[in-house]
Every structure is written in C-alpha cells, then in structure tokens.
C-alpha cells in the first residue's frame, strides 16, 4: 500500500473529528438541502463511510495508524461503562427471547452461507473456489466465518486448524473487512429507518419502546448542568473501570493461557475479551448503585462520543479499492452475506421480531464487540450493553461453529 499522505496520528484524529463535526453540524442544519439529505442518510452511516473514503484515497490510512487501537482498548470499554453505568437491567431482561433467536439466526445463516456460497460459484466459475493444499479457497474462507461468528481470536484459531497459507490469508483479511464492513452500513442504514423497517415486518416493537421511554423519564428527573468537578468525576468512574479491567485482563488472559490452554477455543486467553466483559460487569454492577446518577450529568452523552470516534476508526480501516485486487472472492463473500441476510429477514419476519434484534443479532456475530454496541446504540444509548452480551455469546460458540462451516465448506468445495 502507498503511503497515505497524512501518517501524523494527531492529525488523522483532527480529520477524524473535523469529519464528525462536519456530519452533526449539517445533520442540525436548517438549509432544505441537508433535511432532505439526512432524511434519507443516517449521521452514523456517514460517520462511518467519510474516513473509508478518505482511506481508499490514499489520504489517511488505517494500516498505519494506531487510532483504532486507542479508540477500541481505551475509548470503547470507557464507552460501554458510561452507557452501561445507567442501564435498568431488569427491563433489559424483559426484552425476551427474540435477541437470542435472531442471535442463533445470524450464527446459522453464516454457517450455511459459507458452503453455499461455494456452490453457487463453483457452477460459473470453479476456479475462483479452487486450490490445493494451504492455498485452497476453503481453507481461507474458514478464518472468514471464524470471524463473522466470533473474532479474531477464532479467526487465528481457524488458520491453525487448517493449516491456511499466510498469502491466503491475507486475501481472506481483506474480503472478511470490506465485506463485513459494507454489510454494517446497511445495518446502520437500517438503524435509521427502524421504524419503517419494522412496520414492514409487523415487528413487535412494545418492549423496546417501554424500556426507551422508562430511560428517558428517569434521565429527566436526574439530568442537571454539569460543571467541571462533574465533569472530572464521571470520567474517573469512566477511564478508573477502564483501567480496573486493563488490570484485571492482564492478570487473568496470561494466567488461562499458561494453566487452561485448551479454553482458547472459547476466546477466554483474549486480553480483549476479558477486557470487554470485565467493563461491561462492573458496570453493570455500578448500575445497581447511586453511580446511575451520573447519567444526569452526561454519561451516555460522553459514552456517545466516545463511541463515534470508534465508529471513525473502523471506518478508516475500510479500504473500497481492495474490492477490485481479487474480485472473485469478493462475490464469494457478498453471496454468503447475503445468505446471511436473507434468513435473518425470513426469521424475523415469521416470528415478528423487531428490527433491532436483527441488526444487533447480526452484527453480533460479524462484527463482535467492538462494533456490536454502534449498532445497538444507533437505535438508543441505552441499548449498546445489548449488543455487547451477544457479542460475547458470540465469542464463545465462534470456534465451533466455524469448524463445522469449514467441514461443510470442504465437502462441497470442487
């Protein structure tokens, strides 16, 4: 890859909010141009979309930036505290089965969407779903489905398993980003037009409006000005369970690794996994607390923020351009995403669940826990910590699920 012509990591970050600046300041504009423009186009999809634009032209890039690291070990779990920190668990529950359903919806259809995929290309062109030994596409496609089910920790356990070469593999990174990312656009797109979606499917939409308007009576009897002592108390809650559950990843990934090996089939040797559920349980054990006052004075605001800026750096790892290197395998992961799709539209529609728990189900599984909140939090702030307990889910049922599709993938491989 060039080198992108702003490689400064404090100036890509200036680009980056200047970019989100750009889309809230027009998205509140009067001017008739951009209400009929943000009538169609959700902020968060652009949010996204700008930077990958910006990447795939060479102006900023995400290879070479150190951003998304930032934003996802440091910003991402302070995130998930500030908007889990006011969470009515007990109303979360009542949401029902339905998350969980279309959850293991998303799980199968990428499961059989793998050896579909491969079957529908190998009738008009065998070629592209060809190979031998590590470089046979069915191979590669297995770190693809590890992925999508869970993360790259059975991403990485996928390529072990079996024995994917490191050329493969990379054409597989590439197919497994741009593919899982455009799908996340729809999704977020879809987040945007929810209520007309969910008509469509005559969704029952009750539960997750009782529990909107219950946040948002409780968030106008607490809500205050904040000042700057306010302000300095909720980021030390925010960035000190942040660095509880840094330390506390630290000591317990190493320790599994070295005395339970074989539990990283279960992602449990993740520092990132045990950085994520370590957040989101301390906070959800704050919520139980007087901490859940602290929502009065803006913590799912910063939560918020800090979460677009997330949103801006997966975006700027999205490279449009690499589509066009290896199309072939490109078609391959755009017929198994839709697949993917499909059966989550079919299955939600026959049990009538709401829009929201396909898009959060989905992307659960696709994109994991550092996307799986943006999805949820596109519908309300409140609803990220959703998205995270599916994610986690996800980690866990990833390998053996990606397993299984790799078997099926081999057997029907030409």
């Known amino acids: 890859m060039d080198k992108p012509l702003f490689t400064n990591d404090a100036v890509v970050l200036g680009i980056l909010l200047g970019i989100l600046a750009f889309v809230f300041l027009t998205a509140r504009c009067a001017h008739p141009f951009w209400k009929k423009f943000y009538k169609y186009i959700p902020t968060l999809l ?4 700008i930077p990958s634009i910006f990447n795939s032209l060479g102006i900023i890039s995400g290879e070479s930036s150190k951003l998304y690291f930032v934003a996802s070990r440091y910003l991402l779990p302070t995130s998930l505290v500030l908007l889990t920190i006011s969470i009515d668990l007990p109303s979360i529950m009542k949401l029902g089965p339905k998350a969980l359903i279309m959850f293991f919806t998303g799980t199968a259809g990428i499961i059989v969407g793998g050896p579909l995929a491969i079957l529908v290309v190998s009738v008009f062109a065998p070629d592209i779903v060809g190979g031998v030994g590590p470089e046979a596409v069915w191979r590669g496609l297995t770190t693809v489905a590890g992925s999508w089910i869970g993360g790259s920790a059975n991403q990485a356990a996928m390529k072990e398993i079996f024995n994917v070469g490191d050329g493969l593999f990379s054409a597989m990174i590439a197919v497994d980003v741009v593919v899982a990312n455009i799908w996340m656009a729809f999704l977020l797109y879809g987040a945007g ?18 529990l909107k308007q219950k946040i948002e009576a409780y968030r106008s009897q607490i809500m205050r000005i904040p000042d700057l ?9 925010g960035f000190g369970v942040t660095a509880l559950a840094h330390y506390g990843s630290d000591l317990i990934a190493p320790w599994i690794a070295a005395n339970a090996p074989g539990l990283e089939k279960f992602s449990l040797t993740s520092g990132f996994f045990w950085l994520i559920v370590l957040s989101t349980t301390i906070a959800l054990g704050l919520s139980f607390t007087r901490a859940r006052e602290l929502e009065g004075i803006g913590a799912s605001r910063y939560g918020s923020l800090f979460l677009f800026v997330l949103v801006a750096t997966i975006g700027m ?3 449009l351009m690499a589509i066009f290197e290896n199309p072939g395998l490109f078609v391959v992961g755009l017929i198994w995403m839709a697949f993917h799709a499909i059966l989550l539209i079919g299955v939600a529609k026959l049990i ?5 728990f396909m898009a959060v189900g989905s992307q659960a599984n696709v994109g994991g826990a550092a ?12 609803l990220a910590p959703v998205g995270v307990l ?7 049922v990833g390998t053996y699920g990606a397993w299984f599709c790799g078997i099926v993938m081999q057997a029907v491989s030409p």
């Open 46 to 49: 652009l949010c996204y979309f």
């Open 193 to 210: 037009i929810h209520k007309r979606i969910d008509e469509k499917l005559q969704s029952d939409t009750s539960a997750i409006s009782e």
């Open 229 to 237: 002592t306010d302000t300095i108390k909720l980021m030390s809650v």
């Open 317 to 319: 790892k999205m490279d």
């Open 352 to 356: 009538k669940a709401p829009f929201f």
């Open 371 to 382: 996307s799986a909140p943006i999805v949820a939090s596109a519908f309300h702030p409140s």
């Open 390 to 396: 599916l994610a986690v889910l996800g980690y866990a």
